[in-house]
């Protein structure tokens, strides 16, 4: 079986502000891929990335960046120099090669950007 | 390139009544799942289907649902006799064969009154 956990629920920050999201997750799988899509008011699921079991490396795009440690079974997201508009309900999510496909969703956190 | 679409984006049915939720994949892609957000939670997974199979079922209410996804057309997401229960966002998704990148729709929000 597989889980996600995100154990932040709600995280309220400040324009500007560095935020980190944090994501766990378990499978007994040594191939696997990670997940992050961003839902914003509107409600649509948007995918931010993807990461598999074998690559371990960090990435960068414009303000977002991701942190996978294999280690600790964690995929962390951080949003550099937050803005308004990422104000948004954010879910990681977990698939592996028998899975079919099916994604196993965190419960989502939600982010609260003020001005 | 038409992104998945999904319609209706919203849907209100009493009690009792059926509800008919359509997606169409994105083109080229042959491989659909719907997921159900119930408020104020994470997506479930319900079904996986390829056109004219259904995959993978294991999310699926034992009772008063059911998925298709013929040869021509969108799939459908039939929900029989809606409790008000049944009320949530429901999403589909597809991809590409043998590709792990799932691109969602924007949702069919179902009201039970």
């Known amino acids: 079986a597989q889980k996600v956990t995100q154990a932040q629920t709600e995280i309220s920050v400040v324009e500007k502000e560095d935020v980190t999201l944090d994501c766990v997750y378990e499978t007994r799988d040594t191939t696997y891929y990670l997940f992050w899509y961003k839902q914003p008011p509107s409600g649509e699921l948007v995918f931010l990335i993807r990461?598999?079991?074998?690559?371990?490396q960090n990435e960068i795009s414009g303000r977002y960046s991701w942190n996978f440690q294999k280690s600790t079974s964690s995929f962390n997201f951080t949003i550099t120099a937050s803005q308004v508009v990422d104000s948004a309900v954010y879910f990681c999510?977990?698939?592996?090669?028998?899975?079919?496909?099916?994604?196993?969703f965190g419960g989502g956190t939600r982010l609260m950007v003020k001005p | 390139n038409a992104g998945v679409m999904q319609n209706p984006r919203h849907l209100v049915r009493r009690r009792g009544q059926e509800a008919r939720l359509r997606c169409s994949p994105m083109?080229?892609?042959?491989?659909v799942y719907w997921y159900r957000q119930l408020p104020e939670e994470g997506l479930k997974f319900m079904v996986y289907?390829?056109?004219?199979?259904?995959?993978?079922e294991s999310g699926m209410p034992k009772e008063r649902f059911s998925a298709e996804f013929p040869k021509e057309g969108p799939s459908i997401l039939r929900i029989q006799q809606v409790v008000r229960g049944d009320s949530a966002a429901y999403f589909c998704a597809s991809s590409p064969s043998y590709s792990y990148e799932q691109y969602f729709g924007p949702g069919t929000r179902l009201t039970v009154t």
């Open positions: 289907l390829q056109k004219e199979n259904i995959i993978d």
């Open positions: 990461r598999n079991s074998f690559d371990e």
């Open positions: 999510a977990l698939t592996h090669n028998n899975a079919g496909n099916m994604l196993t």
């Open positions: 083109k080229g892609h042959s491989h």
